[in-house]
């Protein structure tokens, strides 16, 4: 059966480790960081070529519909899904497969990713998906997988299976987080891939997996009105969990596409300094792996390494690398204290 691509961006989420530039009412998915566009419309633009504007939909938070269609002035407005809270991934990707289901476009071939990567040749990234969609149109779970340049603890790996063929691999187990001598083990062995959180399925087969694996999110999904603002105490009452905890460390259907494109996550200062994103002028000394983000003052830098230095109108971020992961925490307790700077 042939299928059509249909592009779902995942674009909630407040991107709490890269405050203060990120807040609540502008998250980092819609902040221009490494060029003229979007976070945003950088993601959507690499749909050209396997689907068009009608075949993009978007799931985001609530407040966030006249950012996304400013952004994205094209957008359908019955591919606005718009979330009254988070409730994490398989929510999420459920309601948009749900959503398709009911339009009779089961068969469609879900192109499922977040709004917040970089990725450096868009054709590479078709590429993979025009790769992908074989396997994805025969009812397998596809994911794709990003070959590692170095022993990164931030992501989760994928094991590479057996080969079907044609660049398609069998995913043997998923793992967490490792730690750094983990994580080197991981490299020298060159079987695990970084997990992307990108997937592609048919929009049948995924709603089919998510009602085996998780019964009541499922039961919960079918429950709400069909539209583009579900009942916010219908949508809250949603199980929230990861579809990769939910359902694709369960699924026995899973296979991966290792990436033929570079790529970087933006999850937070550390992570975007390989990326290059910085603003302002930088003057440094004997310092190194630094990243400044200022509103063009000169920054002076002497004998430091590993820090971020983080300058908005409204507050100041001056933090180690090591610190980088604990940046949500303090935001959640400085939302008590001073909810306007968050």
């Known amino acids: 059966m042939e299928s059509s691509f249909f592009g779902v961006i995942m674009a909630g989420g407040?991107?709490?480790?890269?405050w203060p530039v990120s807040t609540r009412k502008l998250p980092k998915q819609f902040l221009c960081l490494t060029g003229d566009r979007t976070m945003l419309q950088e993601t959507a633009l690499r749909f050209e070529g396997l689907c068009g504007h009608g075949e993009i939909m978007v799931?985001?938070?609530?407040?966030?519909?006249?950012?996304?269609?400013?952004?994205?002035?094209?957008i359908m407005e019955e591919n606005l899904l718009l979330e009254p809270s988070g409730r994490n991934t398989a929510a999420c990707i459920g309601w948009a497969a749900r959503t398709l289901v009911d339009r009779g476009r089961g068969s469609d071939l879900m192109v499922v990713v977040p709004s917040d990567h970089i990725i450096d040749k868009p054709e590479g990234f078709r590429n993979t998906l025009l790769k992908a969609a074989e396997p994805a149109a025969d009812g397998k779970l596809v994911t794709i997988g990003i070959t590692p340049d170095r022993p990164a603890t931030?992501?989760?790996?994928?094991?590479?299976?057996?080969?079907f063929g044609k660049g398609v691999y069998e995913?043997?187990?998923f793992s967490e987080k490792p730690d750094l001598e983990k994580a080197e083990e991981y490299l020298e062995s060159g079987n695990y891939l970084w997990n992307a959180g990108m997937f592609i399925w048919r929009a049948d087969v995924i709603m089919d997996k998510i009602t085996g694996y998780l019964p009541g999110l499922s039961e919960g999904l079918w429950k709400l009105d069909p539209g583009t603002c579900p009942d916010p105490e219908q949508y809250d009452a949603l199980q929230a969990v990861s579809i990769d905890f939910g359902v694709m460390e369960k699924a026995d259907n899973v296979v991966m596409v290792p990436a033929e494109f570079g790529w970087n996550d933006i999850g937070d200062w550390p992570s975007a300094r390989r990326c290059?994103?910085?603003?302002?002028?930088?003057?440094?000394?004997?310092?190194?792996?630094?990243t400044v983000w200022n509103g063009g003052k000169l920054t002076v830098l002497l004998g430091v390494s590993n820090v971020s230095v983080v300058e908005t109108d409204s507050a100041t971020l001056i933090m180690s690398d090591e610190y980088s992961q604990k940046l949500r925490d303090f935001v959640a307790e400085l939302e008590d204290e001073k909810p306007d700077l968050v």
Do not use: C
């Not at 407040?14 to 890269?18: A, D, H, Q």
């Not at 985001?60 to 094209?74: C, F, N």
């Not at 290059?276 to 630094?290: P, W």
């Open 14 to 18: 407040r991107g709490t480790r890269f």
């Open 59 to 74: 799931v985001t938070g609530g407040d966030h519909r006249k950012i996304v269609q400013e952004q994205l002035p094209w």
């Open 154 to 163: 931030g992501y989760g790996y994928l094991e590479k299976g057996k080969s």
């Open 171 to 173: 995913v043997s187990s």
């Open 276 to 290: 290059g994103v910085g603003r302002g002028e930088v003057f440094a000394m004997d310092s190194e792996n630094t």
